[in-house]
């Protein structure tokens, strides 16, 4: 196996990927808004990988957290609310927003449980502020650690009644980075000490199976290399600081701010101390070069995937009585 997590060209496999995945035998799968088009297409989809691999725990990933980061969407799935829409609740009732935002999350895990998705890439712990670039702040669960660590222990609790396991992130926080990340490398030049406050959420939640890194420059800990690609951020601040020892993935490595090409930053992430390397794109020459520079995934690794995806559970609940009860909390605001 692979520590490599890739996407798919379509809403069907192609026979190039399917042989492909066949003979690199990646960890797992991500799912975009080119692969849901309905809900049989979508199962269809998901069991056909399942059947290539032949693995029952299969991690198949999405990025479905609501607002305008929704890969299934309207009318043939629900549409879900964002972090901000908790956050603001929480200002006039604290638990119904902590309720709110679990429901909400179970409800989206059983749109995903139904397409035979297992992994959904939320909830963010980034603490938001004043500087907070827009792709961030729009979806982030508030400004004080706190609260980010009460909604976001919600959000993982609804989703593991809901049969999907969640992901926290950005590692080690995304919240003080005023560029987006998709599109040039950010740079915080915030002290150690005042970074602790965008530790506090991550170390609050530090038994989450799984988390992402954050593709970002801290001058504190690593002046030279971006959190996914610094064996200092990821041993001294995400594994000892934070306390996390679930399995850590890094956001997608096609983002423009890592340079290089696609199989060096996956091998200097994964020589960086990552499990696993996330790539979107399915762009066939990326992912085969992938799949020639990196080598079979590493013991701790595995054992770290196959802990997390152990505590998959059967979905339970009914999605229209979860949206209800939601609305009805969202309505207090």
Same mark, same amino acid.
């Given at each position: 196996?692979?520590?490599?997590?890739?996407?798919?060209?379509?809403?069907?496999?192609? =026979?190039?990927?399917?042989?492909?995945?066949?003979?690199?035998? =990646?960890?797992?799968?991500?799912?975009?808004?080119?692969?849901?088009?309905?809900?049989?297409?979508?199962?269809?989809?998901?069991?056909?990988?399942?059947?290539?691999?032949?693995?029952?725990?299969? =991690?198949?990933?999405?990025?479905?957290?609501?607002?305008?980061?929704?890969?299934?969407?309207?009318?043939?799935?629900?549409?879900?609310?964002?972090?901000?829409?908790?956050?603001?609740?929480?200002?006039?009732? =604290?638990?119904?927003?902590?309720? !709110? !935002?679990?429901?909400?999350?179970?409800?989206?895990?059983?749109?995903l449980a139904e397409s035979g998705i297992t992994v959904n890439c939320m909830p963010l712990l980034d603490v938001s502020g004043a500087e907070t670039t827009e792709a961030v702040a729009c979806r982030a669960l508030g400004s004080d650690p706190r609260r980010v660590a009460a909604l976001g222990r919600a959000v993982l609790d609804g989703l593991a009644a809901g049969g999907v396991i969640g992901v926290v992130k950005h590692m080690p926080g995304h919240g003080r980075a005023r560029v987006d990340s998709h599109h040039q490398l950010p740079t915080v030049s915030a002290p150690a000490e005042a970074l602790a406050s965008d530790l506090a959420p991550f170390q609050a939640l530090r038994d989450a199976p799984m988390g992402m890194t954050a593709h970002i420059v801290f001058e504190a800990w690593d002046a030279h290399r971006p959190a996914t690609l610094s064996p200092t951020v990821i041993e001294q601040v995400i594994r000892a600081a934070i306390g996390f020892d679930g399995l850590l993935m890094t956001d997608d490595i096609d983002m423009k701010a890592l340079s290089g090409t696609a199989g060096e930053k996956a091998a200097g992430a994964l020589a960086a101390g990552v499990d696993l390397v996330l790539d979107c794109w399915a762009r066939m020459p990326e992912m085969e070069e992938i799949a020639e520079r990196i080598g079979a995934i590493a013991p701790a690794a595995k054992a770290r995937l196959d802990r997390a995806m152990a505590t998959l559970r059967q979905p339970e609940g009914d999605l229209a009585e979860l949206i209800a009860r939601r609305d009805a909390l969202l309505a207090l605001n």
């Open positions: 196996m692979k520590p490599v997590i890739f996407g798919l060209a379509g809403p069907a496999l192609t =026979p190039d990927e399917a042989a492909f995945f066949r003979a690199a035998e =990646p960890a797992g799968f991500i799912l975009f808004k080119r692969n849901c088009e309905n809900r049989a297409q979508l199962r269809a989809l998901t069991d056909a990988l399942r059947d290539l691999t032949g693995r029952a725990d299969l =991690p198949i990933l999405i990025d479905q957290e609501g607002g305008r980061v929704a890969r299934m969407q309207p009318p043939e799935w629900p549409a879900f609310p964002a972090g901000p829409a908790f956050d603001a609740l929480y200002d006039k009732a =604290p638990i119904s927003a902590i309720e !709110a !935002a679990r429901a909400n999350a179970h409800a989206i895990a059983l749109t």
